[in-house]
T-cell receptor, first 113, second 112 residues
Framework: DAGVTQSPTHLIKTRGQQVTLRCSPKSGHDTVSWYQQALGQGPQFIFQYYEEEERQRGNFPDRFSGHQFPNYSSELNVNALLLGDSALYLCASIFRGALNEQFFGPGTRLTVL | GEDVEQSLFLSVREGDSSVINCTYTDSSSTYLYWYKQEPGAGLQLLTY?????DMKQDQRLTVLLNKKDKHLSLRIADTQTGDSAIYFCAESLPYNNNDMRFGAGTRLTVKP
């Protein structure tokens, strides 16, 4: 049984570019949350997807958008990249909103130059 | 305060107990969590406590919750070198259970 997987592992972009990060949740999980973890900080909640819709959103600008597919996998898109978007992006999968059963993937390290 | 606060560093000797402390923000938080993050890895849920409890024990881990002071602690008994990692405290907010607020993490170093 695969856990939460994310791709790519590392990514380097330049300011103004756009990026797409991908996440496959743990088998049987239907909900995906995305978090941004800046260096030396704890993760910050970006948004959560359930039934292919954004269910909740943290304090992030509209440059951050997402999508969930019928197979529950998810993408995080960031437009017009800024230097401050450099961070580890974590995906977490949950079964029906049970945060006490939230499992994190290994993350995608995004560097914006 | 607005932030979940943790001490940044803790160093202990192998075999000693480690106590990591956290102050959270909302006395109405429903669940409080401890996560572990090893280098280059995602977060691993260690344990959690429901807000109507004041203690939870799980093998070497003991969580204490003081709701009055909004204080949470994690005690690791018989700390091993494999326990060296960053430990994050987190709360799930009562008005938005989909949103978790994390502290900045405590880096635990276990010396042999």
């Amino acid at each position: 049984d695969a856990g939460v997987t994310q791709s790519p592992t590392h990514l380097i972009k330049t300011r103004g570019q756009q990026v797409t990060l991908r996440c496959s949740p743990k088998s049987g999980h239907d909900t995906v949350s995305w978090y941004q973890q800046a260096l030396g900080q704890g993760p910050q909640f970006i948004f959560q997807y359930y039934e292919e819709e954004e269910r909740q959103r943290g304090n992030f600008p509209d440059r951050f958008s997402g999508h969930q597919f019928p197979n529950y996998s998810s993408e995080l898109n960031v437009n017009a990249l800024l230097l401050g978007d450099s961070a580890l992006y974590l995906c977490a999968s949950i079964f029906r909103g049970a945060l006490n059963e939230q499992f994190f993937g290994p993350g995608t390290r995004l560097t914006v130059l | 305060g607005e932030d979940v606060e943790q001490s940044l560093f803790l160093s202990v000797r192998e075999g000693d107990s480690s106590v990591i402390n956290c102050t959270y923000t909302d006395s109405s938080s429903t669940y409080l969590y401890w996560y572990k993050q090893e280098p280059g890895a995602g977060l691993q849920l260690l344990t959690y406590i429901f807000s109507n409890m004041d203690m939870k024990q799980d093998q070497r881990l003991t969580v204490l919750l003081n709701k009055k002071d909004k204080h949470l602690s994690l005690r690791i008994a018989d700390t091993q070198t494999g326990d060296s990692a960053i430990y994050f405290c987190a709360e799930s907010l009562p008005y938005n259970n989909n949103d978790m607020r994390f502290g900045a993490g405590t880096r635990l170093t276990v010396k042999p």
